[in-house]
């Protein structure tokens, strides 16, 4: 069975045993690249606990009452998939994951959401990630070229890390 029907099936238990926003967040983030549930997982998140979702899996978000945030697609149906439900503070990050897959059309789509609109934020993977779904976003005006210079602000300071950590 589906993870996310087994939690639809079991939101009331979930939600008694004060466990609901955790697994939810725990789902979400294990979610295969591809997965385009996106009315389904809006619709759980929209019954659990902005508080908790935080509490679960969030960091701290920046501050501000509003934040831009983008997401970059690929593949056949990018408009479809711009409406997900991750998307990220960071330009760099949204190019990268355009251009991660090799696939065709890359893109990057960018929007303004309100901070009470937002699920979780995010940086555990170092994606400045944000969980929301915005309902108004813009494709920007990015050639691959462009995304390939943002996405590679991304690949050095991943190699700068590395290269630290090692001692080199």
């Known amino acids: 069975m589906e993870p996310l029907q087994i939690i639809a ?4 238990f979930l939600k008694a045993a004060g466990v609901y ?3 939810l967040m725990y789902v979400i983030m294990d979610l295969p690249y591809g997965s385009f549930l996106y009315d389904t997982l809006e619709g759980l998140l929209k019954q659990g606990d902005k508080a908790k979702f935080h509490r679960a899996y ?3 978000l ?3 009452e509003k934040h831009i945030i983008y ?19 960071s330009l760099e990050r949204a190019a990268w994951f355009a251009l991660k897959s090799g696939l065709m059309n890359p893109a990057v789509y960018r929007a ?3 901070r009470n609109d937002i699920y979780c934020f995010t940086n555990a993977r170092r994606e ?3 969980i929301c779904r915005p309902r108004q976003y813009k494709k920007m005006k990015l050639n691959t070229q462009e995304l390939d210079r943002l996405a590679c602000c991304i690949q050095n300071r991943q190699f700068q890390s590395v290269k630290a950590a090692s001692g080199v």
């Not at 099936?9 to 009331?12: L, S, T």
């Open 9 to 12: 099936d079991d939101i009331e």
């Open 21 to 23: 926003e955790s697994v």
């Open 58 to 60: 969030g960091d701290k």
């Open 62 to 64: 920046p501050p501000g």
């Open 71 to 89: 997401r970059g697609v690929s593949g056949t149906q990018p408009d479809l998939y711009a409406q997900g439900l991750s998307w990220s503070l």
């Open 112 to 114: 303004e959401i309100g």
């Open 128 to 130: 400045q990630e944000v």
